[in-house]
């Protein structure tokens, strides 16, 4: 009787030699929406040296750095966020320039290519050559004729920076297109910040800038620019990546597949410089009509300048800010581009200065043909990319009909951008 009671009081007690039970297996962690990666990707250069060159080679070596390393005085690290969805989408932004060097995005396959060109160094984005890809464009995207701007209502007149022949282009020399951009984490957003001195590029107003990126689980990309003034100046923001929805490497032909839609009634004309007269002219009729889907293949030999190079003028809605620009797709990849902004204008730009291997120079022996290399090797060429760039008028300070691109002590300006990536699945039509 005694011993039965031990064995009973053994296993109430659980100092038996009963089986523990198993222990059950933690639950996996599950895989978050948007997971955000800061590693870096290379260091600003210093100004040239060294004794075995010339000092005229020196001077145009360091000169070219301070022209393509703007900021490298305070921050030398160049960052670089990488963003990955559950939905198999990348995207990679890197703090020189502000640049979006990567962007990639399943097809309907499944299998996820690269769609914007870029390089793979820093090194390689210093390069005179780079045709801002991928870039934060400012003070001013686009042209100001002649180089001088008026800021209204005073009808002050300054003179900016020659880059482009007579005129300035893209903020100048050194736009916002070649600093090195502070930045800091919050959550899944990336915040880079820039202060543009008072007559950098012979703009007025000390500008401090602010640049949010956020990569959201349905393959979208939002970018909201925003920027304060201590005295009246002109701003006008925009974005640069070079888009293949094919992937960046599939060269012209597979370009010539893609159908594009523009949400516009109308567009600037341009003169032969590709400098706005102050006129817009009605799309339709025109090769420039894409309210409907058009094929770049069917389109772009209507154009005499060689391709699409323009500003149109966006149907917005009244008291609208985010409004649809522009789609672009591939079918048969199946991906799907669209771009949504709160500003009036979109440049579109099929890639028409890039390298043509069928330009021949006159005069010379040889063709005029020099490549420009990529990631991964690719060879960048003419018809082989695409930009859809949401902005302001060009040269708006100089024609009082455009909206005011005047930013004032106390106001702010914002500019939203978002690209969103999708599939279409079905057969198009």
């Known amino acids: ?61 360091e000169e070219h750095l301070r022209s393509a390393c703007g900021s490298s005085s305070n921050i030398d690290v160049v960052r670089r966020y990488t963003w990955k969805t559950k ?11 502000a640049t979006i060097t990567v962007i990639k995005v399943p097809d309907k396959r499944g299998n996820p290519d690269d769609v914007i060109a870029g390089f793979d ?13 991928g870039a934060t464009i400012g003070r001013y995207a686009n042209y100001i004729r002649e180089a001088t701007c008026v800021v209204r209502p005073s009808g002050r007149m300054y003179m900016l920076s020659m880059n482009r022949g007579h005129h300035h282009y893209n903020g100048g020399y050194i736009g916002f297109d070649k600093v090195n951009w502070r930045s800091y984490v919050v959550g899944n957003k990336v915040i880079m910040s820039h202060v543009s001195e008072r007559f950098s590029e012979g703009y007025p107003g000390t500008v401090m800038t602010q640049i949010t990126y956020e990569v959201t689980c349905d393959n979208s990309i939002k970018i909201e620019m925003r920027c304060t003034t201590n005295e009246p100046t002109i701003i006008n923001l925009s974005h640069s990546p070079y888009f293949n929805l094919a992937g960046h490497h599939a060269g012209c032909e597979n370009m010539y597949d893609h159908i594009f839609t523009i949400n516009a009634d109308k567009y600037t004309a341009a003169d032969e410089e590709g400098l706005v007269t102050g006129e817009k002219k009605v799309v339709g009729g025109t090769a420039f009509d894409f309210r409907v889907p058009r094929v770049l293949r069917v389109v772009l030999p209507k154009i005499p300048s060689g391709g699409y190079d323009m500003n149109f003028c966006i149907t917005q809605g009244t008291e609208q800010d985010l409004t649809f620009h522009a789609r672009a797709l591939h079918p048969l990849t199946g991906r799907v581009l669209e771009v949504y902004s709160n500003k009036p204008g979109m440049q579109f730009y099929t890639g028409n200065l890039l390298p043509d291997p069928d330009k021949i120079v006159e005069g010379k022996v040889g063709y005029g043909y020099v490549p420009l290399m990529g990631k991964q090797g690719t060879m960048y060429k003419k018809h082989g990319l695409f930009c859809l760039m949401p902005q302001n008028l060009p040269d708006a300070p100089n024609h009082s009909h455009f909206p005011s691109p005047v930013l004032n002590p106390g106001e702010v300006y914002v500019h939203r951008i978002q690209y969103k990536f999708g599939l279409l699945l079905g057969k198009y039509v």
């Open 121 to 133: 160094t820093l090194e390689e984005y210093f390069q005179k050559r780079n045709p801002y890809f």
């Open 87 to 97: 939905n198999k989408m990348m995207v990679q932004v890197i703090t020189y320039g």
């Open 1 to 61: 009787m005694s011993e039965n009671k031990e064995v009973v009081d053994e296993q109430i007690s659980g100092s038996g030699d009963a089986e523990a039970k198993p222990e059950t297996p933690e639950p996996p962690k599950p895989v978050p929406d948007v997971e955000l990666i800061v590693d870096g990707f290379g260091f600003m250069p210093k100004t040239a040296s060294g004794a075995t060159r010339s000092k005229a080679d020196l001077k145009e070596e």
